[in-house]
């Protein structure tokens, strides 16, 4: 059967907040209340979220013009009180008319018997599409999950699937607009097991359309959640090009401290073994880097700030490199680069770096391509326009004006509030729709070509984005490719059911960060 492309769905990694109706009205400032211990828990967790926000929270002044509904459940409250402020646009994204928040609130059971080191998972990160199939009896909306990369030793890798794999079907159903929620069976939070069967898109004979095959009920593989390391040093290598230049590679998929979020200050294996990698890299004598944030959506100031550390002119090294800008009851909060003392045996001092970025890359993200831009580095961004996040939270998991923990009933809260706008050393934060590419490359869709069919394998100098980094640190050329006769019709398809994204979500900034206040 042939198909006819129809639509590329929203990233898996965009987290879409349905607004639920306004119980605010506008009112004169009153006294923000204390969280009562006799009152019902979610009252009490929506009394502390009401005293952090108005605070903390960027916008806090407007905060303070709501009159809170305190009987809501937690999260609804949260998004309600984001909801009804006028001002707090750069708080998320609108994607199809549904209003996303960068601001969230988690808990945690207080009484759980221990910690689990790794949460149970799957092991892969996957893309939603729609594509219109067409057959004899028919045309039909189908959607599909995609494989960006899968985990190593994990319950995906070790069933054999492998980035670029299609999942067509979940459970023996096919996925259609009404079921779309099963995509959500694949990600970190839903369900223990599951059964996915796989497809696949071959470009046909004149290579102007694709044909869509579906493989056999009996071929269908059922995964099972195990508990396993998802490390965001995913892939680190030293390659050498054509012209005999050595680069470092890394695919760097998530600004995270260490395994233990719940223990920031104790818990830095991999910003650890981050600087193992640019010490490796510094030993091998790399003499440019390209630096993989496709599917980065942020995390940690700290790292962050390492992370650049590490890779910056030895000259720039110390000097004032971020600034937290909060709102105006508080007072800005500066992050240097790290002292070269700190960082001897792993800087590689590079004035060039090449970064390779898409829609998924959001806040530290850009952060580090704005930032070190600053800094008089040439950050050459290959792939797509960002995701255009200049905002940071703080982690706030203690009550106000206390240091003890934001426990109520039995459970511990932590909120991660908008707190801060992002400055590079020079004080500008203009990316806000995003960092546009100096060379762009789409991997998920090109209405005017085939080449997202085959996605490559990550690391591999022959992965289209990667290859194109190569060819430009050699100085050479990179080839057009070819359009279509007729580009691919791509219409609308809307799509209701969001895909959550299960880890740090944004520009963090930890309690232990180290930094000064202006």
Not at 198 to 225: H, M, P, Q, W, Y
Not at 248 to 262: A, M, P, S
Request: net charge negative; with cysteine; glycine share 6%.
């Amino acid at each position: 059967m042939k198909t006819k492309i129809y639509n590329l769905i929203q990233s898996a990694l965009t987290v879409l907040a349905i607004v639920a109706a306004v119980a605010f009205t506008s009112c004169g400032k009153d006294p923000i209340p204390e969280p009562d211990p006799s009152e019902p828990e979610d009252v009490q967790v929506n009394k502390w979220t009401y005293q952090i926000l108005s605070y903390y929270y960027l916008w806090n002044e407007e905060v303070k013009s709501i009159k809170p509904a305190y009987e809501n459940d937690y999260q609804s409250f949260l998004t309600n009180i984001l909801s009804a402020i006028k001002t707090n646009t750069l708080d998320g994204k609108t994607y199809n008319g549904s209003r996303s928040f960068y601001s969230y609130i988690t808990s945690s059971p207080v009484t759980r018997a221990g910690k689990a080191t790794f949460a149970p998972t799957y092991g892969m990160s996957i893309r939603a599409y729609a594509f219109n199939i067409q057959s004899q009896t028919g045309t039909t909306l189908r959607y599909f999950a995609r494989i960006q990369y899968v985990t190593p030793n994990s319950p995906a890798a070790k069933a054999g699937l492998k980035r670029g794999d299609w999942i067509g079907r979940i459970d023996g159903k096919q996925i259609l607009a009404g079921n779309f929620s099963d995509i959500n069976k694949l990600l970190p939070t839903n369900s223990s097991s599951v059964k996915v069967l796989k497809c696949s898109f071959t470009a046909n004979a004149t290579g102007d359309g694709v044909i869509f095959k579906e493989d056999s009920e009996s071929n269908a593989v059922t995964l099972t959640r195990e508990t396993v390391e998802e490390n965001p040093i995913h892939t680190h290598k030293v390659l050498t090009t054509s012209g005999g230049a050595k680069v470092g590679y890394l695919l760097f998929n998530q600004f995270k401290r260490g395994y233990d979020e719940t223990d920031l200050a104790n818990s830095n294996e991999y910003e650890q073994q981050l600087r193992t990698v640019f010490s490796e890299f510094k030993s091998t004598g790399v003499d440019e880097l390209v630096l993989d944030l496709r599917y980065n959506p942020g995390g940690y100031v700290s790292t962050a700030q390492l992370l650049s550390s590490l890779i910056a002119p030895s000259s720039k090294l110390g000097t004032k490199w971020l600034e937290c800008r909060p709102n105006a009851s508080r007072k800005s909060t500066w992050y240097n680069l790290l002292e070269a003392s700190e960082v001897s045996d792993c800087n590689l001092s590079l004035d060039r770096l090449y970064v390779i970025a898409s829609a998924s890359s959001a806040s530290c993200s850009e952060l580090m391509i704005n930032n070190l831009r600053a800094l008089d580095v040439e950050v050459i961004h290959i792939g797509s326009t960002t995701e255009g996040k200049v905002v940071g939270m703080e982690v706030i998991d203690h009550l106000f004006n206390s240091t003890d923990k934001a426990i109520f009933g039995n459970y511990q809260y932590t909120l991660h509030p908008v707190s801060f706008r992002s400055y590079d050393a020079k004080g500008t934060s203009d990316y806000g729709n995003g960092l546009k590419p100096n060379h762009f490359y789409d991997e998920y869709m090109d209405e005017n070509s085939l080449r997202w069919i085959e996605w490559g394998e990550l690391g591999s100098a022959s992965e289209p984005m990667l290859a194109i980094a190569l060819a430009k640190i050699d100085g050479v050329a990179t080839t057009q490719v070819a359009s279509l006769a007729k580009p691919i019709d791509v219409g609308a398809v809307e799509c209701d059911n969001s895909l959550l994204h299960n880890g740090l979500r944004g520009t963090i900034v930890a309690p232990t960060d180290n930094h000064y206040t202006e």
